[in-house]
Structures are given as C-alpha cells and as structure tokens.
C-alpha cells in the first residue's frame, strides 16, 4: 500500500506487449510436449500428489508467502514452529503419507524445525539401536511425544568426526555415562532442532571406560572412540535445559532462518547404561567389557542415506531458478537491435542475446543432466540397500565413493547455478521479486554440509586410484566387474596405442567415450603421480579433486546417454530437443577443460577449437524450447514465489502488487529531518531502535 | 544468553592450540613489514583517519552490530535511518571532512538512506544546473534542508536509458512541464533513497514539446529523448506524496536492507518551467523552442564517476573476505597428516591444504593486483577530468572504454571471490560469526548495477577493434597514441612472422608481454570476425566479452607489474613477497584460458602444462606470509564484524559469545508440542504470527 490509494495506479497496464502475451507467443513456437516430458521426468503419483496437497495448503493463510521477506529471525523461527505444526495437525487430519508430507514441505519451502526429529534422529535410532531401545523409542518418535535432535558436529570439529572431544566416561559404581565437555570447542555446534525445539538429542561422545588404575589410585581411562548416545535434553514441564547442560541457538546464518541450530555443553551430565545405542557396540554394564561392531562399513549407512537424495534435490534446486530465469528472460526486453529489426517493431527479447543464452541454456540442460543421474543413483542405492540387507556390504563402499564425488559436483553446479540465473536477470535479479533470495542463501549451505566438496573429492579418487593399481597389478585375463572397471581396463589395453582423438560432433556415443577417456587419462596420471613418483597425497589434492569431478562428469554424460537412448515413451521430437540438451551440457562441460581432454587425446584439436560456435548453434535450436522445457518441471507458482517466474507471464503486475500493496514498510511514514532522532512521523521514537542493538 | 546462566560454562577454553597462541605463531613466521606496506597501500592520512573515526563511532551504541543481523527489513531501514541522521550530526560536532564522513561510512557498513541525496542527486546537480539553478538547489542541498534522490530506471527499463517510458509534456500555456506515466512500466523502480525517505527528485523523462497540430486541431508533440527535471515529490510538512505521484519502497532484495529502493508514479503532476536542469540543454519558455547540448560526451560525466571508484572498493570488499578466510583458515585444524607428523602432534591448519590454498592465495593476490589498476585508474580519472575542464573530451572516451571493461571483470572477480572465500571455511563459513553475510548480500548488486557485467564488456571490444581497424587500415609509419594502440601495433607489425611462444617462468616481463599478446590476438580476431567475415555483432557477443575481460586481464597484470618494478619505498623482503603475488595472480589467470594463451602463442606449450604444479610451490612460498598480508590491509574488527576473522584469533571465544549472549531467540522458550498452536511457552500467542503475514 502507498500513503495515498489512488485509483489512477490501479488501472495502468505494462507497456505493450505485456509478459503474458509474450509468453504465450513464446510457447506457441515450439512443439514440445510438456505433459509427456513431465511425466517423464516426475511420473503421475508426483504430479497428482504436487497438486492435491498444494489446493490443501493454500486454504491456510499460515503458508501465505507474502510478507515473509520482512520478518525478523526470531519471527522467522516461531514462523517456522507455527508452519511445522500445523503440518502434523494436517498430516493427522487429512492422513497424509510420508511422501504428502514430504510434498507439503517441500512447495512451503522453509526448513522445519522439526527436520532433524524427522530424518537424523529417526534414521540413527532405526539403525543404531538394540532391539529393547527401538522398541522403547519409536513409539515415542512416531507420535512426536517427544522431538528428538542429531548431535554430533562440535564447535572444533566437522568433517574429522573421530577428533570429537565431549566424552562420555563410565561409571561402574552407578552404572552410568557421565558426558562431559572438557572445552569450550567440545560444545556441540549446528546441531539442527536442538537450539530451541527438541526435547531430546542423540550424542556423539568419546566412550571412556576404565582401564587401569595408576600409581596414585586414580583411574586410568581408555578410549573407544566415538559413540551415539540418547538423552532427554530439556525438562518436560518447563523445556528450559535439564541441570548441567545449556543449549542454546547458535545465531542468523546465510539462510535457514527458521531452523534452530545448537550449541550445546554438559557439565558432568548422568544418563543411564540403556542410553548408548546398542544394535552394534555396547558395554556390558556388569563387567564394564566393551563390545565392539562386527563390521565397519555398517557406520557408513546414516551417511549415505543422507547423500541419497542429493542430485534429486539439486535438479529441482537448479530447475526452480532457471525456470524463473528463462521466463523473466523471455519477457524482459531491452535494446533494439540495429541489425536485424524485431517482430513487432519491439525491442529484443533478453533470452535472445547470446550472453544471455550462454548462462541460462547451459543450466536449463544441466538440469535435465542432474536428472537422469539421480535416477540412476536411487536404483543403484536400492541395489545396494538390499545387498547390505542380505549380509553383503561390498557394494557400499563403491556407493560411498560414488556419492561422495557426485555431492560434491553436483551442489556446486546447482549452488553456483542459482546464482548465475540470477545474475542472468540484470537488476530485477537482485529485487525479491526474483524469488531467488531464500533459495539462494539456503543452497548455499549444501557445498560445505554433509562432507566439504573440496574434501569429500578424496573418497572418489582413491576408489579410482585403487582401481588402477588392481588393474596394472593383474598379470591376465582381468575381468571387470563394473562399468568404472571396465572403461580403466579398456583404456589400460589401448594407452601404449595411441588411440586417435574421437570425433565428438558426428556421434554423440563418441561424446561418452571421450569423457571416458579423459577420466581414466586423470586416474593413470593420478596413480602415476602418487604410487609412481611417489608424490605425497596432500601434495595431490588438488588434482584429487579435479579427477573426482572428471569421473562425475564423465557419470552425468553417460546416464545422460543411455537414458535418451533407452526412452521409448517420449514422442520423437520432445526426445530430439533433449539430446539437444544432452549435446549442449556435454559442449559445455568440455569446453570448461579443454586442455585435460586434449592431453588425453580425446576429443580432435580441430572441434576443440570450435566447441564455442558450436554451443552458439544448439543454442539457436534450443531456444524456442527453453520455456516449454522450463514449464515440464511443473514447479507450481507458490513455491517459485517469484514475479518475474510466474508461469503466466504477468511479470510487471506482480512487481508492483508485491511493491504497493504487500510491503509493510510502506505503510509507516518517515521523518528525514536530521537534526531530530525521530524516526516515525509524529512518534517521538527516537531510541526504541537502540532496545534491540 | 541461555536458559540457565551457569557459571562452569564461563569458565571453558578452547582446546589448545587456541586461536590466539596459532596466529601469534603465524605472524612470527613471516618477515613481512606490515606496517610499511600498509603505508604503501593506504598511506598515512588513510590509516590515521580510520583509527580517529572509529574511536567516535564505538561510543555511541547506536553503531553497535551485536544484534542487527537479528531485525526484521522495517526495522533494518529505520536503524539506517537512525545512524544516518547520527553520523551527520556527528560530521557537524565533530566538524568531519568529506572523507571522514565517508570513512564512517565505511565502518559502519550499512547502506545510507541519504546515500543518493549525497551521490547522484548532488553530482547530477553540479553537473546539468544553469548557475541561477545550482545558486539556488546547492544550499538546499548541503544544509540537508532538503533530501534528494535520482530517479532514472524504470520498471521496464534499466539499460537502455532512451526507452524510458515517463514523459515530460511541456505546456506552453502555463509554461510548465507535465511529468505523467502512461504505463505501468513507465514506473520509477529501483530509485535509491526515493522509497521513504526523500522530499526531492532528480527525475528522467521523455522531453516532449508541441510540433504541430493535426487535421483534427489536436496538438502533435515531438519527442526529444531523456533529460532531467528537478522537483519535490513528498510534502514539507506531512512527508506523505504530493498529490498527482504514488511513491513507496519496493520491498526486500538479497541485501541493502537500510536502504529504500523506489517506485513513483507520476497522474498529470504540473512542475515549472525552471525544473528542467538547463545547463546543456533548455526550452526557451517564450517559444518553446528547443536548444541541445553541445557536445554528446559531457552526458558520460556522472555515469564515469560512478565508475570512479570501483575498483579501489572491490580490492576492499575483497580483502575483507580474504582477510577473514585467511586468519580463520590458519586457525581451523581438521585431520591428522598421516604421511608427516604436523607440529605439537596437532591437527593440521586447514590453509596448509592446497585445496584451501588455491581458493584463497590467489584471491588474495588479486585483492593486490586490484590495487594498483585502482590505484592508476585514479590517476587517469584525475588527468580526464583537467583535460576536460580544459574543453579536450577526447580521452573521456577511452576512459569510459577502460572503465566499463574493468568494472565488469572487477566486480565479478570480487562478487565470486567473497563467496569462494565464505566456502573455504567449511560449515563455519556458513554461520552468521564469518562476518560475510552481509557484505555478499550487499556485494552481489555489483554484477549487475552501473551497467551490467555482460553488456558493458561491448564498450571495451567495440573500442579495441575501432583500433584494431584504425591500425590495419593506416598505410605508413602509425604513430601510436597510447599502449593499447602500442600494443596492438606491435601485434599487427610482428603477427606475420609467427612470433615464438615465450618463456614466462624465468622472466617476469614476459609475463606482461604474454598477456599484451594474448589480448591483441583476440582482437585482431574480433576484428576479423566483424569487419572480414561478416559476422553480426550479436553473433559474436560472447566472444566481446571475452575479448574484454583479456584486455582487462592485462591491463591489472601490467599494472601490478609497473608498480612493483617502480616501487622503491618497500622493504626488499617484503616486495618480493608482493611478487610472489604477482606471479600467482598472473599464472592462475593463466591457467583459466590456457588454450587463449596456446592459440595466440604467448606462452610455451611445456608452460602451460607446468602451470598447476607452479601454482602449488608458489603457494607453498607465500603460505607463511599469508596472515601478515591480510593484516596490511588494515580492516579493523569493528568492521569485519567477524567471530572468524578476529585479528586477535579469538575465533571459538567469540563466535560462543555470539550464541550464549547476544542471540535474542534465546531469551525465548517454545513449545514444541505440536497438538497446541502455543508458540512461547505460557504465552497463549498462536495466531500472533499470522498478523504479520
């Protein structure tokens, strides 16, 4: 709202032509089929379920997006609690599935402070716990009786877990655990749910238990390593923190404003023998005799579970940004081109400059890319999860490596893309109408969580690594016995050829092998340097890294392929535009690293020269298909919440509905006036801002 | 503060070594003079003014930034509103100088809402105003009688200036002009300090003056394009819109949260004849008749200024992501070497990993390189302006060429390395103690204000390739009129003899040359394109950014490298610690576009492919100076506002002191409970939050 309502301003219309016109014209020039291609990509039950449970939430003004841009991070939390509630109560009523649910956070978009009670602390207590202690507290877990938090990460230590310092000492006397926090960096740091909602938490804690007693009677303790223990945290009365513990929400971050990250500190805090989770390691609390897990790799599951679904959320991630990028795009118009007049006598179309093009259409494929990967990847953990179920955990550690190095690839390309899109969209990008700001600062996170990129790189290349020394080290008759081993092994036969550089414009089949290539090129290179020359691992990492993200590129080319290659159901001329698609991230892909696929002989001298032109030709057949290819995501206008996005074009409306009548900042008037500390016209409000510094 | 104070939380250190004892550590390691290079970056007057100005603004509380990240966007405005009006109160009692104002400015680090009454709308002033109007408006002005703002964007117009859509109607009855918008596109958006706080506008319009009158006795107007108009917008004593204009804020963006973007619109709304700003350009109000600016080229005054200083702020911005990542980098220990034992048996720094080096070693090199291009541009502007005021506008366009090049390369360099800074830190980096936050929010504009990074690049190449053809087609003995007519004749002289690759290793100035060599090639190239084949300068818009961004390249290498080689004021020692700098700015620059270099024939083949394994023992040579050459650029903690980059490495101190005690959400207590809509605990307040939505 403005100071003034004046009706004048309500009956402007944007200057011809307006956004939906244009967009409609836009559609109407390619012949993709959405509804086929999205139901390709997301299949029947997600498309129903997206719509039935996005008419549920909207009758609710509680999901309303409108104003939320303004709040305050204590707003934005108690926001948050509110929203997460009323979720359950609309689980309970309209007895929604998991996948429901999961849908209705999902179009809300704002990190529950639930989440952690929902996936870390559920997932560890499925798999950690005895049988009596899974008994005891899935009941309780179900019924959110109590809400339970995940508290491993410490203000000293991330990634290097086994560096924890909270420790959790036995007592025989009483037959306790005591967790103590010997240090200010042992205090439990990030620990999401926990700073202000739950009311219980797993702990990770050093397990101490007596050894010896020394010369002057003290008891000397022995280290187990980490272990996962549960603990009530608050009182169920008051929820102010049990004695000898504080916990607290750690502060603002880039996003998540909604989530209540811990820290947390015990002061010689006393929990139960039963309060270790005991399915593989436990102390017997007679004797005090530790028990140790048959296997390893075991602790592996949590992890893994958690990186499942990583390329599938990135894909969306990306979508969502390019489709609000592509269509602002579409509409936006600056300049006329003096060489070539437009249709209409208008000026051009953004999306039709080339350095618009060369940002957006890129990422619109490379979203199709993340998809078929994550595809991929879900069957493959399927595979893998009924493997470990039937006792045979080999698979889990090339899951790992796999998942390792796709993380990394993968958030970055989504978490750099968000902003690219961005940018691509001048300075109505950087307003809120975008839509991209939440989104944004929530992504960003995903490069550094759950394993750093730069660090998690290593898992993939000593798999790789591994894999060289086993195939140059067998004497005869080497059989693969996957797809990684295979394309090492065939190119360990052909190295001392000299095999030619592969034509990579005439035959896209030619495009797999040629990032195929150039993988297993870095991975020789990478055991030469290491095994061979003997360099230092650290001294590598660098090059770690690199030949990770080459084998995950090299992964989302050929899932890419085969998947275009196997589809039957898409109509020819939908599947055509996506091997465009497929041509266009492959280029791409390849023209950010020129030189490694040159060393490796894999692609001809001559169409590495002339990779760019050829990006700007796909881009020309690509064009009248970016919207409908944007439009097959199907991601619905309440979760994009972006004016310039709105599938239907009215770009301009929108941008000033949000600005003159939703915007509370306009409805306060100000006093300029230097010389007084008034701030609000006629309030005499002079300190009250000072109360909240 | 948390639920309960419990004292033993108090009394808790961080685990040894802490923060402080590693960064006394680090600094005795180099032999860096901090102090003479600061002296040599920012000079005495700089460093004096910046400990006087800070010891003022730390007692007044106001300027407190404990909790600000906590507020909401009203509040974030009226707090900006707040210290504003403090520090021009402070500026009269403590009788500031421009400068110190400015450097408060800076310390504070939140947007002003009278930034623009103190920007454009005064420059705008100084520049388009008859004498009768500057007599009358400058007083006004600098009294802060009055507050200005500079409204020229349009909704549906940023860019391209001419096709602004509001119009200025001239009325010769009453002898006035009538700005109206006949669209809603036609709305002022974006517009600075315009949104709350400004009684007056600079406003751009649609100069139209009455042509002829049709068959019908209707009046024909004729379009003049853009000029400027000055007129109150808000009332003197109610501050609301004067009737006739609608003017509000647009609503949040990703940062600039104090300050009050506009949109305004205008019904009919009658201002006078002497609103018009007539220095250039005026209407005679006895005939109306119309007389134009002299000469074209003034009217890049403003536009230029604004490109003034950006690059002496981006080192800035930059240095202060650099700088925080740097300290925090050398204090964060994460894993065991297992190939060599690190010292004490600790952990190792996580900036003693290449991986972390090469994000941030080379940024920090080019916070360096930054300055000294910054540094000459300053210069340059310094002999445009006298050669201007002396009537010679020629050099202005080369100014602007050079300008709008390096201010796109500049401010994307800065923009993605604040960010490439932020992930370095891990999970840390993440949190609201990296002092980042802010700063990338409020940077990210950058890319995409004063001309977007992807269209100004056009100014550049356009320029180079008028050179490129002024040299081809001049039959004899060219006389070069500046170096980048020098170097491009070189190319041209000596391109025919297939110039050998050089040897940039053993020889600094080889690097400079393979620099000059690389950007000469792609502008002959450009050219030919163009002007030989005929290619579209849309088809090839792509390529003039590029073609931009290596000119630009090259330009910050030759300054790098000419003030390094002039200097002799720095202490031997620490000038070859600069040129480390140098040559890990230049090679990483390099190795981005090797195949560029290969193809221009700059650089040795066997060079190019010895590029990553340089980059690593550069690094391993600056590793120990890095802290020492962060610490010389001078950014007080005040400033960094930063638990990660506190000077005095007191990292996990503080960012526990920033959760425990100054985070709001924790004087708060929830209910979790999801079966009552009861937020804070006892507080009844379910639908509260729903008020705000």
């Known amino acids: 709202m403005s100071d003034h309502n004046i009706d004048w301003v309500d009956r402007l219309k944007p200057a011809a032509p307006d956004g939906a016109t244009t967009i409609t014209t836009e559609r109407s020039r390619s012949n993709l089929d959405v ?25 609710d003004p509680l999901f309303s997006k409108d104003r939320q841009a303004n709040l305050g991070r204590p707003e934005r939390y108690m926001l948050g609690l509110a929203r997460s509630k009323r979720m359950r109560q609309m689980a309970d009523r309209y007895n929604w599935s998991e996948e429901d649910y999961e849908t209705a956070k999902y179009l809300v978009d704002d990190i529950s402070p639930y989440q952690l009670h929902q996936t870390m602390f559920r997932q560890t207590l499925l798999e950690q716990t005895s049988p009596e202690q899974k008994k005891y507290w899935m009941d309780l877990h179900e019924s959110w009786t109590i809400v339970g938090a995940y508290a491993q990460t410490e203000l000293g230590h991330g990634s290097n877990v086994s560096g924890i310092e909270l420790i959790a000492r036995w007592d025989p006397k009483t037959k306790e655990f005591i967790l103590h926090s010997p240090t200010l960096t042992a205090s439990k740091w990030w ?9 219980h938490s797993i702990v990770a804690a050093q397990l101490l238990l007596p050894d010896v007693v020394d010369g002057k009677g003290e008891t000397v303790y022995k280290s187990y390593g980490p272990h996962m223990f549960v603990t009530r945290v608050r009182d169920p009365e008051t929820h102010k923190p049990l004695p000898g513990i504080v916990i607290g929400d750690i502060g603002p971050k880039y996003g998540y404003a909604s989530m209540d990250n811990a820290y947390m500190l015990f002061n010689n805090f006393r929990i139960p023998h039963n309060a270790m989770l005991s399915r593989y390691s436990r102390v017997d609390p007679e004797t005090g005799k530790y028990y140790k897990p048959e296997n390893k790799a075991v602790l592996y599951g949590s992890m893994t579970h958690a990186r499942k679904r990583i390329t599938m959320a990135a894909r969306l991630a990306l979508a969502r940004a390019v489709t609000v990028a592509v269509r602002y795009c579409s509409i936006r118009r600056q300049f006329h081109d003096k060489e070539a007049r437009s249709p209409g ?4 179309a953004v999306l039709d400059y080339p350095t618009v093009q060369i940002r957006l259409l890129p990422l619109l494929a490379t979203s199709y890319a993340l998809h078929y990967t994550g595809e991929r990847m879900g069957q ?58 939440q989104l944004n600062a929530d992504y960003l996170a995903k490069p550094t969580v759950e394993g750093d990129n730069w660090m998690i790189t290593q898992q993939m290349a000593r798999y790789l690594i591994k894999k060289v020394t086993l195939i140059s080290c067998s004497t005869t008759n080497f059989v693969p016995s996957n797809r990684t081993e295979s394309v090492l092994h065939e190119y360990y036969m052909t190295k001392s050829t000299d095999p030619k550089p592969l034509d990579i414009f005439s035959d896209d089949g030619n495009i797999v092998k040629a990032f195929e290539r150039r993988a297993a090129y870095l991975s020789f290179e990478a055991h030469h340097a290491h095994h061979v020359q003997k360099r230092s691992w650290k001294s590598l990492l660098i090059q770690m890294h690199q030949l990770s993200h080459a084998q995950s590129e090299m992964i989302l080319v050929h899932n890419f392929f085969d998947s275009l290659t196997a589809d039957t159901t898409l109509p020819p001329a939908t599947r055509n535009i996506l091997w465009l698609n497929f041509r266009l991230f492959a280029l791409c892909t390849t023209g950010k690293s020129t030189r490694d696929f040159a060393r490796a002989s894999a692609v001809l001298e001559t169409q590495l020269d002339a990779i760019p032109d050829t990006i700007v030709n796909i881009m020309q057949e690509m064009r009248p298909h970016a919207v409908r290819l944007v439009d097959a995501w199907s991601i619905p206008d309440y979760l994009l919440d972006s004016a310039l996005g709105r599938s239907d074009g009215r770009v301009y409306e929108d941008l000033f509905n949000r600005a003159h009548r939703l915007n509370p900042l306009n409805t306060l008037t100000f006093n300029p006036d230097y010389r007084t500390d008034e701030l609000v016209k006629g309030s005499n409000d002079g300190g009250a801002i000072l109360s909240k510094l």
């Open 191 to 199: 620990n999401g749910s926990l700073g202000r909602t739950a009311t």
């Open 380 to 437: 493959i953990y399927e595979a893998t999860r009924s493997n470990v179920d039937g006792g045979d955990l080999s698979s889990l550690i090339d899951l790992h490596s796999l998942s390792s190095g796709l993380k990394s690839l993968v958030s970055e390309l989504a978490a750099n893309g968000i902003e690219t899109c961005r940018r691509s969209m001048g300075g109505h990008g950087y307003g809120g109408g975008s839509g991209l700001v």
């Open 345 to 348: 006598g208008y000026e051009t």
């Open 35 to 59: 509804d086929s291609l999205a139901q390709h990509l997301l299949g029947t039950d997600f498309l129903e379920r997206q719509d039935r449970i996005l008419a549920q939430i909207k009758l």
